[in-house]
C-alpha cells in the first residue's frame, strides 16, 4: 500500500498530522474554494502554505503532486480503498470531497448532475474571465495602453453575472434552498471582483442586486470566514 510519504511533495512540505488531509494552497479564489469545502465539511485537514508569489508551485516539489504547476492540490490518506490519493484542480477536489462525505452534493441524480454544471460553468467560464478581467484592469493597467482587453473581459465578466442574476432570482442558493459545492465553487470569485480587484464601479456590480444578495449570504457563514484565512500567510 501507498504511504503518505511516498508523496515527494511532503519532504517540502512535511505533515505533521499524516492522519489529516493535506492542502496545499494559497488564499486565491481558487484555493479557498477547498479551505472553505473542509470547513463546511468538518473534514480534518492540515493546511501547507505554497507562496505563489516566491514560485513555490513551479518547485520540484510541487509538481510532483500537480504537474500544471497551480494551487491547490490535496493529498488525502484516506482515499478510495484506503490508499492515499493525491489531486489537483479544484473543480475535481470539491467534487471529490463532496462525494466522500455525502455532503454538499444532493444525492438525487438529477439533482446532484445540476449542481455539476454549475461547478463547470465556473471552472470553464467564471474562473478564466474574471481572471483575465482582473489582470488587465489591476495588474496589467500600467502594460497595456489598449482598452480593448479590459473591454473584453469587462464585457464577459458582464454577461457571466447576468447569468448568475438570472440564476439567482427567487433562490438562496445556486441549487434552491441547498448550499453545495457550485455556491462554494463561485462565490470566492464573485467576491474578488470587488475586494481584491476593486472593480465594483466598473462592472457597476449594482446592477446584479440577486447575486450581490447571495454572494453577502455566502460569505457571512461561518465556515466562509475561516476558509478565507487559509492557509494563513506568512
Known amino acids: 500500500m501507498r ?5 515527494p511533495i511532503t519532504e517540502r512540505w512535511p505533515a505533521t498530522q ?4 493535506q492542502l496545499y494552497s494559497f488564499a486565491t479564489p481558487n484555493g479557498v474554494k477547498v479551505s472553505i469545502a473542509l470547513e463546511e ?3 480534518p485537514y492540515e493546511a501547507h502554505l505554497v507562496r505563489i508569489g516566491k514560485d513555490d508551485q513551479k518547485t520540484d516539489a510541487f509538481l510532483s503532486l500537480n504537474p500544471n504547476g497551480k494551487i491547490p492540490a490535496i493529498i488525502d490518506p484516506n482515499g478510495p480503498g484506503g490508499e492515499p490519493i493525491g489531486l489537483f484542480e479544484s473543480g475535481a477536489i ?3 470531497l463532496a462525494e466522500k ?3 454538499l452534493l444532493p444525492q438525487d441524480p438529477a439533482r446532484r448532475i445540476e449542481t455539476l454544471q454549475w461547478v463547470y460553468f465556473q471552472m470553464g ?3 478564466p474571465m474574471f481572471g483575465q478581467f482582473g489582470h488587465f484592469y ?3 493597467a500600467d502594460k497595456v495602453k489598449d482598452p480593448y482587453p479590459v473591454e473584453r473581459y469587462g464585457n464577459e465578466a458582464r454577461r457571466l453575472l447576468s447569468v448568475l442574476e438570472t440564476r439567482l432570482q427567487s433562490r438562496t442558493f445556486m441549487m434552491d434552498d441547498d448550499y453545495t459545492i457550485a455556491d ?4 470566492p470569485w464573485v467576491r474578488t471582483l470587488d475586494l481584491f480587484y476593486e472593480a465594483k464601479d466598473h462592472l457597476k456590480l449594482e446592477e446584479f442586486p440577486a447575486v450581490m444578495a447571495w454572494l453577502d449570504r455566502c460569505m457571512s457563514r461561518p465556515a466562509s470566514q475561516t476558509g478565507f484565512k487559509i492557509p494563513a500567510a506568512d
Not at 3 to 7: E, G, T, V
Not at 18 to 21: K, N, R, Y
Not at 184 to 187: H, S, V, Y
Open 3 to 7: 504511504q503518505l510519504s511516498d508523496f
Open 18 to 21: 499524516p492522519d489529516a488531509i
Open 41 to 43: 465539511l468538518g473534514l
Open 94 to 96: 470539491l467534487q471529490y
Open 101 to 103: 462525505t455525502g455532503k
Open 125 to 127: 467560464g467564471v474562473g
Open 138 to 140: 489591476k495588474f496589467a
Open 184 to 187: 462554494i465553487a463561485l462565490f
